[in-house]
Nanobody, 117 residues
Framework: VQLQASGGGLVQAGGPLRLSCAASGSIFSINAMGWYRQAPGKQRELVASITSSGFPNYADSVKGRFTISRDNTKNTIYLQMNSLKPEDTAVYYC????????????WGKGTLVTVSS
């Protein structure tokens, strides 16, 4: 599975930004996909994930501000980020987890999101 993420950049606090992640390769093996982020000096954390059937899950810190969606026809997930805060600044990584037990994780290259105050 290969993951190609895009959409990061610099945005002012309160503004929106949308990330995209396209999957290719053995996409039939994918169960859930999602976004993680890692801020300087912090551990990587889950931001949002979505199952193959479209069931989303969010970190408490982004609930009500971020929306994850999935277009199975394009093998792509999106993360719409609204009301961005400086603390959302991080490198965002796309993740795909396979249906195996335990699932195998694949990662895309990170995309930097910087929110200025």
């Amino acid at each position: 599975v290969q993951l190609q993420a895009s959409g990061g950049g610099l945005v002012q606090a309160g503004g929106p930004l949308r990330l995209s992640c396209a999957a290719s390769g053995s996409i039939f093996s994918i169960n859930a996909m999602g976004w993680y982020r890692q801020a300087p000096g912090k551990q990587r954390e889950l931001v949002a994930s979505i199952t193959s059937s479209g069931f989303p899950n969010y970190a408490d810190s982004v609930k009500g501000r971020f929306t994850i969606s999935r277009d199975n026809t394009k093998n792509t997930i999106y993360l719409q980020m609204n009301s961005l805060k400086p603390e959302d600044t991080a490198v965002y990584y796309c993740n795909a987890r396979t249906k195996d037990l335990p699932g195998i994780d694949y990662w895309g290259k990170g995309t930097l999101v910087t929110v200025s105050s």
